[in-house]
């Protein structure tokens, strides 16, 4: 206890230390939107060593409930006043899908770092203008493709890519929810002025195909899809109207590696809470992941099937670095997210975080959802653009 009083003040030389030893100032956060995705946003951002320091939603009221929630330093009076302001460094787009665009404009024309909600944009041309947008500004802009963060699927990527798995042949799967399975059951998403002319598919379709990409290295060359709006009037009492936009969507594909696949997207799946589930089958083993059960990845042999945990002995590097906890500590939906948001602030300091889901990727996923609506349309195959 004396030898740590009489400890000689150099020992902590805080004050004399270089610039660049010094801890990085935090990041500045502004969120834009404070809806159950903002609030996830929020936790990643702490997580990720960041301050919230800026939050707006569509009232003042909106806003300042929201930021009490998430404990924001202040609260802005508007989007637009926030993303002028001098205490964000990052803009984090939280809003419904038709402000987007607007909002991610602005942001990159003030020059801030972006991280934008997905859809990044409901028509394709906005979106290959947000990306030409961003390139220009020289910012990271990034896409919340959150699922790439578990280690399991780091875990089947690093399969695929060393060889171990074999080429892949067939991929399949489907992401199947049911909040929007009764009649009763109305969002913005449904409004097509609001969230798009893509509901399902581009709500979350678009997760899966991102994933598969991701993790096969192949990307979807042509598809044919269908699209069932299964309830056609939606809300309750005075409040009930049309239904323009999909409760589910089906699809068959060819990948550029070679590959055939399939997909079924739905949000009307009594049960099915968050379902995303894919299987690559390739030509040693076949991988199965689920999202509702992220902790394992299922491997298929010709001999025998086993279950590869995550942190277990075997683990690839690149499921390491996600892995956070001990084996039997489950790790879940917002440690990926609080990943992502890591792995972005990482980037806005300079490095190049391996994975790290862009604007280009946003753009990918826009340019699927325009082939599944023209596939739907047409009832044809239609090429995907690489
Ligand atoms: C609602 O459908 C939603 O929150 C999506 O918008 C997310 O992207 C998905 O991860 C979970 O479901």
Redesign the pocket.
């Known amino acids: 206890m004396l030898k740590l009083l009489n400890m000689p003040t150099e020992v902590y030389p805080s004050d004399a230390a270089p610039a660049s030893d010094r801890p990085a100032q935090p990041l500045r956060a502004g969120i834009i939107g404070l809806g ?2 903002g609030e996830v946003h929020a936790r990643a951002i702490r997580a990720a060593g960041g301050v919230v320091s800026v939050v707006a939603d569509a009232t003042l009221e909106l806003a300042t409930a929201g930021g009490n929630r998430v404990s924001a330093q202040r609260i802005a009076h508007d989007a637009e006043e926030l993303i002028t302001s001098e205490d964000v460094d990052v803009v984090h787009i939280c809003a419904p899908n038709h402000l987007h665009l607007p909002l991610a404009r602005k942001a990159l024309e003030a020059g801030k770092h972006v991280v934008c ?2 859809p990044l944009a409901t028509a394709l041309p906005d979106a290959h203008e947000l990306v030409e947008a961003a390139a220009a500004a020289g910012v990271v802009a990034t896409v ?1 493709f ?2 790439r963060f578990y280690p399991t699927v780091r875990e089947a990527r690093a399969r695929v890519a060393d060889g171990e798995a074999g080429d892949v042949r067939v991929v399949h799967g489907s992401y199947l ?1 049911d ?1 929007l399975s009764t009649a009763e059951d109305q969002n913005w ?1 449904v409004d097509p002025l609001l969230g798009g002319a893509s509901r399902t598919f581009a ?2 379709g678009v ?1 899966w195909c991102d994933l598969v990409e991701f993790t096969t290295g192949h990307r979807i060359v042509a598809l044919a899809a269908r699209l069932l709006t299964a309830i056609s009037r939606r809300g309750q009492d005075t409040q009930v109207s049309a239904v323009d936009t999909e409760d589910a969507a089906s699809l068959i594909f060819e990948t550029d590696g070679g590959a055939i696949g399939s997909l079924v997207v739905s ?1 009307v799946s009594p049960g099915r809470k ?1 379902r995303l589930w894919f299987s690559l089958d390739a030509a040693n083993t076949s991988m199965a992941f689920d999202q509702e059960s992220p902790e394992t990845l299922w491997v298929g042999r010709r001999g025998d099937n086993s279950v590869v945990r995550r942190g277990g002995a075997a683990s690839s590097a690149e499921a390491m670095r996600y892995t956070l906890l001990p084996a039997g500590h489950p790790q879940g939906y917002q440690d990926c997210f609080n990943a992502f948001v890591a792995d972005t602030y990482s980037a806005v300091r300079g490095h190049k975080p391996e994975g790290l889901p862009t604007f280009a990727d946003g753009l990918r996923a826009a340019l699927i959802t325009r082939a599944v609506l023209d596939s739907a349309a047409s009832r044809g195959w239609v090429e995907v653009p690489s």
Request: charged share 25%; hydrophobic share 35%.
């Open positions: 159950f995705i909600e997905k919340p959150v699922y929810q909040w998403r709500d979350i997760h949000q968050n």
